[in-house]
T-cell receptor, first 110, second 113 residues
Framework: KAGVTQTPRYLIKTRGQQVTLSCSPI?????VSWYQQTPGQGLQFLFE???????NKGNFPGRFSGRQFSNSRSEMNVSTLELGDSALYLC?????????FGSGTQLSVL | KNEVEQSPQNLTAQEGEFITINCSYS?????LHWLQQHPGGGIVSLFM?????KKHGRLIATINIQEKHSSLHITASHPRDSAVYIC???????????????WGAGTKLIIKP
């Protein structure tokens, strides 16, 4: 059974640009959640989607948005990138108790 | 003060030692998660607890709801256990989702052969 797939694995952008990250959950998982990990702040919750609806949102500015498609694949978009957005972005899918994480997208903003 | 505190921050031990990592939280929770992160970023969910104790192989996780404290134990530790162990909590009330998590800072564990 394939795991959670995140693309791309690495991304380099410049300030002011926008970026879209993709997450394909494990087949049959309808919940997808997104997290940001930085050395200074650790892991922080961004948002969670279930059946194409955003159920929860963390404390991030409106530049961070996401969506989920009917096949449960999810995308996260960050507009007007700032240096502080450099981080590892992780998504996880779930069905039941356990979370299954992707390998993450390492975003560097120059 | 962080809502989820882990201790120790760093732990180095010899192969075979019994390992304990602690997690304390200050908010009402619906569940507590223990996760493992290896270098390179991959995170593996180890346990989700709402009460009592769970065991999986050499890993044991316990939670005391009254004391707002959880421990992760590793018996007969091995160098492949070297990783960052992270505690995370899901808040009460249960908002139809376990995944709005508040994360601890993690404990970096190194097991020397």
């Amino acid at each position: 059974k394939a795991g959670v797939t995140q693309t791309p694995r690495y991304l380099i952008k410049t300030r002011g640009q926008q970026v879209t990250l993709s997450c394909s959950p494990i087949s049959g998982h309808r919940s997808v959640s997104w997290y940001q990990q930085t050395p200074g702040q650790g892991l922080q919750f961004l948002f969670e989607y279930f059946s194409e609806t955003q159920r929860n949102k963390g404390n991030f500015p409106g530049r961070f948005s996401g969506r989920q498609f009917s096949n449960s694949r999810s995308e996260m978009n960050v507009s007007t990138l700032e240096l502080g957005d450099s981080a590892l972005y992780l998504c996880a899918s779930s069905r039941g108790e356990k979370l299954f994480f992707g390998s993450g997208t390492q975003l560097s903003v120059l | 003060k962080n809502e989820v505190e882990q201790s120790p921050q760093n732990l180095t031990a010899q192969e075979g030692e019994f390992i304990t990592i602690n997690c304390s939280y200050s908010v009402g929770i619906s569940a507590l998660h223990w996760l493992q992160q290896h270098p390179g970023g991959g995170i593996v969910s180890l346990f989700m607890l709402s009460s009592g104790k769970k065991k999986h192989g050499r890993l044991i996780a316990t939670i005391n709801i009254q004391e707002k404290h959880s421990s992760l134990h590793i018996t007969a530790s091995h160098p492949r256990d070297s990783a960052v162990y992270i505690c995370a909590v899901s808040l009460e009330p249960f908002m139809d989702s376990n995944y709005q998590l508040i994360w601890g800072a993690g404990t970096k564990l190194i097991i020397k052969p």
